[in-house]
């Protein structure tokens, strides 16, 4: 009877073994088809930011990729000390402007964490990417509905993707932007006028808006690299063009064409006011009392024109070039318009 009773207890027993074997081996499989479909998700993610160049496109490509699995109003990313943001948002209207308005509130503040309510309506949650120069602020907002754990983790294991196509993205701008100004001004160059001058044009025509050029060409300028040598030459180059920048708007091309000639694209300005700024230009360069001689004082000829539309682009830089001429031939340091 004992033997019988052994028996039972035993199958009994090996019946439970099985069973938690079982539920141990589906939980297993579960957690295993939830880490394969976690992987296929970031897999996607590696193969939209592979397309993507720039930090606009690359944070735009994520928050598309993120919206069907974790619903969301904007998320952002700010880099302080590359100096390079991009906010992407999903609203429209006055709740586009409130949403945006908030996260570059928060830009401002840098805080290590958030994930908490905001502004009595949004919640947000930020990470900080602390990878090498790709670190920054990482802004994820949604309205009236905090993120739950499971989100965060996908979140966050998506960023651990986003970091290194990130980080390609902030080298690309930097070359971007190295090749478009002079390395030693830092003005834009001769490539940001070419790219900008025919839309520019184009515009002026289109909106029947005044557009001038001044052209601009350092009088006495070989004396110093002769007399003083190259090494302050490009010091008084660097003076000049702090002083041609301060006195610009931010929607005015000032570049440097190349040696000591600059040139200034004046959007929605008519030949008087032109003139007016280009003589301040000259007064100010005459003000640094930079001499290469006692008697050699540096200055800048000025030579500048009014676009009309019947002038093509080659006409008009035709023209301002050969008011310049006149500006030197008639005794340097002066506008000639």
């Known amino acids: 009877m004992s033997s ?55 944070i735009q490509g994520f928050s598309v990729w993120l919206m069907p699995r974790v619903e969301h109003d904007l998320v952002a990313y700010n880099n302080p000390e590359k100096e390079r943001s991009y906010i992407y948002c999903s609203c429209h209207g006055p709740d586009r402007e409130k949403v945006v308005t908030v996260a570059e509130k928060i830009f401002q503040l840098q805080p290590k964490t958030i994930s908490a309510q905001w502004d009595d309506e949004y919640y947000v949650q930020n990470w900080h990417l602390g990878a090498l120069e790709a670190s920054g602020l990482f802004l ?81 300028f070989k004396q110093i690299n002769d007399n003083l040598g190259h090494s302050v030459g490009d010091s008084v180059l660097q003076k000049v063009a702090q002083t041609f920048a301060s006195l610009v708007r931010s929607g005015d091309i000032l570049v440097r064409m190349g040696g000591d000639e600059f040139l200034l694209v004046l959007p929605n300005t008519d030949q008087n006011a032109a003139k007016l700024l280009a003589e301040r230009l000259c007064n100010e360069v005459s003000d640094l ?49």
């Not at 499971?150 to 294991?157: F, G, K, M, T």
């Not at 002079?182 to 520019?200: A, K, S, Y």
Request: charge should be negative.
């Open 289 to 337: 009392e930079i001499y290469s001689s006692p008697s050699c004082k540096l200055g800048v000829s000025i030579g500048g024109c009014q676009w009309s539309p019947d002038m093509s682009k080659e006409e008009w830089l035709v023209k301002v070039d050969q008011l310049l001429y006149q500006a030197k031939e008639h005794g340097r340091n002066r506008v000639w318009m």
């Open 4 to 58: 019988i009773l052994s028996f039972a207890q035993t199958k009994k027993c090996g019946t439970e073994n099985s069973s938690l074997d079982m539920s141990s081996l589906m939980a297993e499989l579960d957690r295993f088809r939830k880490k394969n479909s976690r992987l296929l998700q970031l897999n996607e993610l590696h193969a939209r930011l592979a397309a993507s160049i720039d930090l606009s496109s690359m």
């Open 140 to 220: 994820v907002f949604r309205k009236d509905t905090v993120l739950t754990e499971a989100e965060s983790e996908l979140i966050s294991d998506a960023l651990e993707v986003l970091r290194e196509p990130l980080q390609r993205a902030l080298d690309y701008e930097d070359l971007f932007v190295a090749s478009r100004k002079d390395p030693l001004t830092g003005l834009d160059n001769r490539r940001v006028f070419e790219e900008q001058i025919g839309p520019m044009l184009d515009n002026a025509k289109r909106h029947k808006y005044p557009l001038s050029i001044i052209s601009m060409d350092l009088d006495r």
